[in-house]
T-cell receptor
Framework: AQSVSQHNHHVILSEAASLELGCNYS??????LFWYVQYPGQHLQLLLK??????LVKGIKGFEAEFIKSKFSFNLRKPSVQWSDTAEYFC??????????FGAGTTVTVRA | DTGVSQNPRHKITKRGQNVTFRCDPI?????LYWYRQTLGQGPEFLTY????????KSRLLSDRFSAERPKGSFSTLEIQRTEQGDSAMYLC???????????????FGQGTRLTVV
């Protein structure tokens, strides 16, 4: 069975600080990788996704993620966070056509 | 916003009662998925439909759970004889195809929060 691990449960940082959220998956073979964000009271929204090609993918709102196949990792980064980035972030992995497996999520709190 | 719609948003029920949730996907989306999210966890896959056919069910979906998607449009998720352990957020998502490269968009609903007392 697939397993998706997010290293940090809760991250607190100040505005303008850099953010990096770790994600590792325990599945060999070809995978599709995603990061979703959930703002308070809202639905899950796609930040970015990786299927193939350039392992550095850029998403919305200044986020990017790097796929490192040898490390089974897909870490999310943002150089300078804003207060509005306060949210819960989920890494997700898809291997087959129908099942998206999520990590436990990381709550990010940005202090103004 | 014409995204995925779920109703009700919140449901409080007594243990042993039956509950039913509804999901209205994006109209042209063939695939519809149900997920369950408990506190401190990410969403867990429950089941999915390709049009009106239910093609896969997770082991999490006990025989008290049943899902339908008549006519391949909206879907319902029913929980019979609810237990306190059923308390969770139930999420619905829809896609045109699967989650892979051929899919151009996927949307999640805001979920139905179930509390069993």
């Amino acid at each position: 069975a697939q397993s998706v691990s997010q290293h940090n449960h809760h991250v607190i940082l100040s505005e303008a600080a850099s953010l990096e959220l770790g994600c590792n998956y325990s599945y060999g073979g070809t995978v599709n990788l995603f990061w979703y964000v959930q703002y308070p009271g809202q639905h899950l929204q796609l930040l970015l996704k990786y299927f193939s090609g350039d392992p550095l993918v850029k998403g919305i709102k200044g986020f990017e993620a790097e796929f490192i196949k040898s490390k089974f990792s897909f870490n999310l980064r943002k150089p300078s966070v804003q207060w509005s980035d306060t949210a819960e972030y989920f890494c997700a992995v898809n291997r087959d056509d129908y099942k998206l497996s999520f990590g436990a999520g990381t709550t990010v709190t940005v202090r103004a | 916003d014409t995204g995925v719609s779920q109703n009700p948003r919140h449901k409080i029920t007594k243990r042993g009662q039956n509950v039913t949730f509804r999901c209205d996907p994006i109209s042209e989306h063939n695939r519809l998925y149900w997920y369950r999210q408990t506190l401190g966890q990410g969403p867990e896959f429950l089941t999915y439909f390709q049009n009106e056919a239910q093609l896969e069910k997770s082991r999490l979906l006990s025989d008290r759970f049943s899902a339908e998607r008549p006519k391949g449009s909206f879907s319902t998720l029913e929980i019979q004889r609810t237990e306190q352990g059923d308390s969770a957020m139930y999420l619905c998502a829809s896609t045109k195809t699967g989650w892979g490269p051929m899919n151009t968009e996927a949307f999640f609903g805001q979920g139905t929060r179930l509390t069993v007392v």
